[in-house]
T-cell receptor
Framework: DSGVTQTPKHLITATGQRVTLRCSPRSGDLSVYWYQQSLDQGLQFLIQYYNGEERAKGNILERFSAQQFPDLHSELNLSSLELGDSALYFC?????????????FGEGSRLTVL | QQPVQSPQAVILREGEDAVINCSSSKALYSVHWYRQKHGEAPVFLMILLKGGEQKGHEKISASFNEKKQQSSLYLTASQLSYSGTYFCGTETSGSRLTFGEGTQLTVNP
């Protein structure tokens, strides 16, 4: 158990819909990363927050947005969903603002868009 | 920019050794290695910072060649539990931790 909690574990929805994925980082970690992993693909970096502020952006679509709240949990919002958005979305937390610390990954939220 | 991993896949027999390579076209601040078993979350193996040091524990070690922007993961005397997909992640001045496509390692009895 990494200490990172993601909900929901599984989500099935239709094209055009909007969903919200939630992540609670490990206790004490201020940094939250979001990654997308499509079937048998690598981990695509989406966005990083550190202590409530956006720290870095990767290949995140305009239809996607995220935020980190004062209690440090983070939410990833996916809107106008397309079939290609079906993937496993991982949240990871770290104690450092940069990539010099170990990332602890949650179990992921598997999104299926029909 | 995404690092490049090689090979894409490797099949071993228990007890054999393997090397997985990771390279970047940009100057690296750090290199991470993670292992992901099917259906599970990636798990941290080690991190290497600028300085070319080699790290490891037990039979898994890694090196970081700062000048060549390369890192290699060494798995010696492989065990069945080593099977999984290995990802290297790199951090550069322009991007946060970006992962390669992964190397699928299968260890057979």
């Amino acid at each position: 158990d990494s200490g990172v909690t993601q909900t929901p574990k599984h989500l099935i929805t239709a094209t055009g819909q909007r969903v919200t994925l939630r992540c609670s980082p490990r206790s004490g970690d201020l940094s939250v990363y979001w990654y997308q992993q499509s079937l048998d693909q690598g981990l695509q970096f989406l966005i990083q927050y550190y202590n409530g502020e956006e720290r870095a952006k990767g290949n995140i679509l305009e239809r996607f947005s995220a935020q980190q709240f004062p209690d440090l949990h983070s939410e990833l919002n996916l809107s106008s969903l397309e079939l290609g958005d079906s993937a496993l979305y991982f949240c990871a937390s770290s104690s450092t603002p940069s990539g010099t610390g170990e990332l602890f990954f949650g179990e992921g939220s598997r999104l299926t868009v029909l | 920019q995404q690092p490049v991993q090689s090979p894409q896949a490797v099949i071993l027999r228990e007890g054999e050794d393997a090397v997985i390579n990771c390279s970047s076209s940009k100057a690296l601040y750090s290199v991470h290695w993670y292992r992901q078993k099917h259906g599970e979350a990636p798990v941290f193996l080690m991190i290497l910072l600028k300085g070319g040091e080699q790290k490891g524990h037990e039979k898994i070690s890694a090196s970081f060649n700062e000048k060549k922007q390369q890192s290699s993961l060494y798995l010696t005397a492989s065990q069945l539990s080593y099977s999984g997909t290995y990802f290297c992640g790199t951090e550069t001045s322009g991007s946060r931790l970006t992962f390669g496509e992964g190397t699928q390692l299968t260890v057979n009895p």
